[in-house]
């Protein structure tokens, strides 16, 4: 499978090589540096006025180096390319341009790492960023198309494989980022307070510990897109396989459990550790869900669908809606599910939005609701001519949960993507799909568990896809999902940034407020 953690492997090895063809080098922290007259620094940055400035005050009036190795992430505008060759020219043995101005997050997921992204293009008062907002990201993404493309030809050097580019915006599909998702990493990420994808828990005798959620975490990356109840049944499951290698005695796994068998078991500590970590994270999880979410989620799956758990289609939302209203949930639950019930419904009235802000007591947080309107969602029923929705995939045989009945939209998208199928109204600038393609759609369980499945998609071609304004955890889900169904096809997507329910509320909230507000409001939060 490709993974663009590829990439970066990619440019170490370039910035190693050119390094090592001389006798001393150093990489360096930017911070505040003594000088270190005998060795030679690497500059790897982004080509900006105040990376330039930092690099040319390493080498004026004095120099802190013998030389300098300098890598720009892209292209380096003549201003301050010229600007850096003024002042550091004779200091300078290498200066190259890497192209990777993108941040890998997951073997299939990258990001922009701009978040801010969201405010410049969506905010009507910050229309003077929003063309300038665009055009880095779309800088951005071609470096990203231009990273796959080298390694393609690396690792197919036999022929050329094609690549194909979707871009879509955040108000494509407002349901996702709102719904409560029951698999794990979605669901870990909207009810756990979960910062630079570190996990902080307590251990049983009170001390604090942390754990980082990411590729080097190999359970994390097995159980991650799995619904909970999975997860909370496999990881018990695995304790006890450990447990019965030792001849532990049998029992109901707890956290204080896992706490003496590691005493116990030193040689099985390691594995132990990141179990336990897991089995807190998914008990975490599950009290959210008991105390709130399970009532919620019935709700908002009917809202979402259109349909109840019989498939019989949901006439009267109202009636669905009003269970929730009545029921003493927080309030950012409760403007989620009065989201999900104007997005069902393609709007409501001017009337019907008034009392349902009234009920839920925002009457001076209507901006949660109404600020949607600037995504080119319809809050209004008459605010947008956009008022069609496309068509789903029935998905009924495949539904497994009856609280996940939903499915991201940018699901279909990728499989009628790899399929051919793509309206050509929806996508009037779509290129021609790849022949290596073929239209290939699911395969059978024999095929998928090949031994040169993964060879194949390793070589095979690429759907890219791109959501300006944000992806959730659900849609980078999907991508892994259709890349397991298919035989020839990866499927890679990427945004300005990774979002929660609750990040994107706050973020629609401030699109109506001035730039001096949303720094006020963006300063009370740091404090």
Known sequence: MLSCYLFLTGIKDTIITDCRKSEVWKVRPSLIREPVLEMKAIYFMTPTAKCVEALIADFKPKPKYKAAYVYFTDYCPDELFNNMKLYCAKYIRVCKEINISFMPQEAQVFTCDNPEAFQSIYSPHCQDKKKKTLETLADQLVTLCDSVSKLITHLCPQGKTQAQLLIVERGFDPVSPILHELTYQAMAYDLIDIQSDTYKYKSKDGAEKQALLNEDDMLWVKLRHKHIAEVSEQIPKMVKEISANKKQPDGKITISNLAQMMKKMPSFRKQLTEKTVHLQLAEDCMKHFSNN?????????????????????????????????????????KIRAVLLYIFSLNGTTDENLSKLIQHVKIEDQREFILNWKELGVPIITSSSIFNRKPPRRDRSQEEKYNLSRWT?????????AVENKLDTREWPHQSECPAAWNGSGAVSARQKHKASAQDERRTGSRLIIFVIGGITYSEMRSAYEVTQAVKSCEVIIGSSHILTPTSLLDDIKVLSKGPMEVFTIDERSNA
Do not use: F, W
């Not at 259109?306 to 009267?316: A, C, R, S, Y």
């Not at 991201?408 to 009628?416: F, G, L, R, S, T």
């Open 293 to 333: 979410v399970e009532k919620l989620c019935k709700a908002e799956q009917d809202l979402a669908v259109g349909l109840d758990v019989d498939g019989q289609k949901v006439k009267d939302p109202m009636r669905t809606l009003l269970p929730v209203l009545l029921h003493p949930y927080s309030t950012h639950d």
């Open 408 to 416: 991201p939209v940018i699901k279909d998208v990728m499989e009628d």
